[in-house]
């Protein structure tokens, strides 16, 4: 059995699970249903629940995706500019998994068979590649590898949510407040296309480079809601693309945005295996 069906299993057992205890505890908020059934909520000990499969590897293209468990975060942050305001909780249901690193020239030319970036370098992150150009990429990449019987049912490359992409860059569910996605200190991370490729520390999931240049994300770029929400996609028009990350000294939460045919010789972007938009 090979790694995708792994992920396709465990993800039909969490589903399952999942829908079987929101039924249990619907009914037993019912007084009178959970004295019929003689079942009290201590006593559900539910099976536990399947570990989702680690690192992905695209073989050919030599890159890794590491693993992000479902969960939530507080999104923004009160200190920063006025469009990373309001701070709101987020709920990510459903795992996923993100480069360890932002897509490499090496890797893009690879499939695409051109590379754009004008600093060259096999191992430095494709650069001067537009949002239409990025999902491209995610693109081809998803229908080679659902033809090949690789991909999860539900699941698809693509660009990273900004809740995604944030909620990674913390660290997710080890997150232990870094200022800095790793560390509370800007050099441990940050860095330029001479030490990127990996060269820098890890954060709490494993990723790398999160502030080696902008990285483009899924959502048009808008304000924050008010309330909490799950799995959220932005706005639903608009007339720029989210970046995140950023160069040496940018912070978690900070937010720039481009238009979907722009390019700019510092933004590249981060794949994502993630619940299909």
Same mark, same amino acid.
């Given at each position: 059995?090979?790694?995708?069906?792994?992920?396709?299993?465990?993800?039909?057992?969490?589903?399952?699970?999942?829908?079987?205890?929101?039924?249990?505890?619907?009914?037993?908020?019912?007084?009178?249903?959970?004295?019929?059934?003689?079942?009290?909520?201590?006593?559900?000990?539910?099976?536990?629940?399947?570990?989702?499969?680690?690192?992905?590897?695209?073989?050919?293209?030599?890159?890794?995706?590491?693993?992000?468990?479902?969960?939530?975060?507080?999104?923004?942050?009160?200190?920063?500019?006025?469009?990373?305001?309001?701070?709101?909780?987020?709920?990510?249901?459903?795992?996923?998994?993100?480069?360890?690193?932002?897509?490499?020239?090496?890797?893009?030319?690879?499939?695409?068979?051109?590379?754009?970036?004008?600093?060259?370098?096999?191992?430095?992150?494709?650069?001067?590649?537009?949002?239409?150009?990025?999902?491209?990429?995610?693109?081809?990449?998803?229908?080679?590898?659902?033809?090949?019987?690789?991909?999860?049912?539900?699941?698809?490359?693509?660009?990273?949510?900004?809740?995604?992409?944030?909620?990674?860059?913390?660290?997710?569910?080890?997150?232990?407040? !870094?200022?800095?996605? @790793? #560390?509370?200190?800007? +050099?441990? %991370?940050?860095?330029?296309?001479?030490?990127?490729? $990996?060269?820098? /520390?890890?954060?709490?999931?494993?990723?790398?480079?999160?502030?080696?240049?902008?990285?483009?994300? !899924?959502?048009?770029? @808008? #304000?924050?809601?008010? +309330?909490? %929400?799950?799995?959220?996609?932005?706005?639903?028009? $608009?007339?720029? /693309?989210?970046?995140?990350?950023?160069?040496?000294?940018?912070?978690?939460?900070?937010?720039?945005?481009?238009?979907?045919? @722009?390019?700019?010789?510092?933004?590249?972007?981060?794949?994502?295996?993630?619940?299909?938009?």
């Amino acid at each position: 059995m090979d790694v995708y069906q792994q992920i396709e299993q465990a993800l039909e057992k969490v589903e399952k699970q999942r829908t079987a205890l929101l039924k249990l505890i619907d009914a037993l908020a019912d007084p009178v249903v959970a004295e019929i059934l003689g079942v009290k909520i201590s006593d559900v000990k539910p099976e536990p629940v399947p570990v989702i499969p680690g690192t992905i590897t695209i073989a050919d293209l030599n890159l890794a995706l590491l693993p992000v468990p479902a969960g939530s975060f507080m999104m923004g942050s009160e200190d920063g500019d006025r469009d990373e305001k309001p701070v709101h909780k987020v709920t990510l249901t459903k795992p996923y998994w993100l480069g360890k690193i932002a897509v490499t020239q090496a890797q893009y030319e690879k499939l695409m068979g051109h590379n754009p970036s004008k600093l060259r370098g096999a191992d430095n992150p494709v650069r001067t590649v537009s949002w239409e150009e990025a999902t491209e990429f995610c693109a081809k990449l998803t229908a080679r590898e659902r033809e090949a019987g690789c991909l999860p049912v539900g699941y698809e490359y693509r660009l990273p949510t900004e809740a995604e992409w944030e909620y990674a860059a913390r660290g997710g569910p080890q997150s232990k407040g !870094y200022t800095y996605s @790793g #560390s509370n200190t800007v +050099g441990d %991370v940050a860095g330029h296309d001479d030490n990127s490729g $990996g060269k820098k /520390r890890t954060n709490e999931l494993g990723l790398q480079d999160i502030f080696n240049g902008w990285e483009w994300c !899924y959502d048009w770029l @808008g #304000s924050y809601p008010s +309330g909490s %929400v799950s799995d959220p996609r932005g706005p639903a028009t $608009g007339s720029h /693309r989210a970046n995140r990350g950023g160069v040496w000294g940018s912070r978690i939460e900070a937010r720039l945005g481009g238009s979907p045919e @722009g390019r700019s010789s510092s933004v590249g972007f981060r794949l994502a295996l993630a619940p299909e938009i």
